[in-house]
């Protein structure tokens, strides 16, 4: 069996534009590392609807696969790979008012590491069977993600919003 869960909001914030998000300025594109030098510094908050997923997966399923969809149209890295983390959110965020310096806080150590390779784009699967395994068990709260690029270097990446999990599962009785 299949079932979806597609980001129920996706936000970019961006250092240089600090006080606003990246929705408010121009048509969404979700974008992750640096544009243009230090300052100009990219990262996408998105949140996904957790009761929705746990209508859709039986509490007795198996968590079989799970992938993290990410349509990658936009890449301004010329050669070798960037990595790109997944870090979980740690409060609440609101996706009208969060801007670089109102974003929530999250974890240190990212919960999923990623390499995109130079010039690439399309689809990138992330794996995250474990994470949704996880999330099945936990009573945690569930903020979202915020995914970050590399920031020391100019190696910005963009996305576009529709952000979605793709998990395979099996019923057991």
Same mark, same amino acid.
């Given at each position: 069996?299949?079932?979806?869960?597609?980001?129920?909001?996706?936000?970019?914030?961006?250092?240089?534009?600090?006080?606003?998000?990246?929705?408010?300025?121009?048509?969404?594109?979700?974008?992750?590392?640096?544009? =243009?030098?230090?300052?100009?510094?990219?990262? =996408?908050?998105?949140?996904?609807?957790?009761?929705?997923?746990?209508?859709?997966?039986?509490?007795?399923?198996?968590?079989?696969?799970?992938?993290?969809?990410?349509?990658?149209?936009?890449?301004?890295?010329?050669s070798g790979?960037?990595?790109?983390?997944?870090?979980?959110?740690?409060?609440?965020?609101?996706?009208?008012?969060? =801007?670089?310096?109102?974003?929530?806080?999250?974890?240190?150590?990212?919960?999923?590491?990623?390499?995109?390779?130079?010039?690439?784009?399309?689809?990138?699967?992330?794996?995250?069977?474990?994470?949704?395994?996880?999330?099945?068990?936990?009573?945690?709260?569930?903020?979202?993600?915020?995914?970050?690029?590399?920031?020391?270097?100019?190696?910005?990446?963009?996305?576009?919003p529709e952000?979605?999990?793709?998990?395979?599962?099996?019923?057991?009785?």
């Amino acid at each position: 069996m299949e079932a979806v869960l597609h980001a129920s909001q996706a936000v970019c914030i961006s250092e240089y534009y600090a006080d606003m998000n990246m929705n408010q300025k121009r048509p969404l594109t979700l974008f992750v590392g640096r544009f =243009s030098g230090p300052g100009d510094v990219y990262c =996408s908050i998105i949140n996904l609807d957790f009761s929705d997923f746990l209508t859709m997966i039986p509490p007795n399923a198996v968590i079989r696969q799970a992938y993290l969809h990410l349509n990658v149209t936009r890449n301004d890295l010329k050669s070798g790979a960037v990595t790109v983390g997944l870090y979980r959110c740690l409060e609440h965020w609101n996706p009208v008012s969060v =801007s670089w310096r109102n974003q929530p806080g999250t974890e240190r150590t990212p919960q999923k590491i990623f390499s995109i390779p130079g010039r690439w784009k399309g689809i990138t699967l992330v794996e995250m069977t474990d994470l949704v395994q996880s999330w099945l068990k936990s009573d945690v709260p569930h903020y979202g993600y915020m995914i970050r690029g590399e920031e020391m270097n100019d190696r910005l990446i963009g996305f576009v919003p529709e952000v979605s999990i793709r998990v395979i599962f099996s019923a057991t009785s």
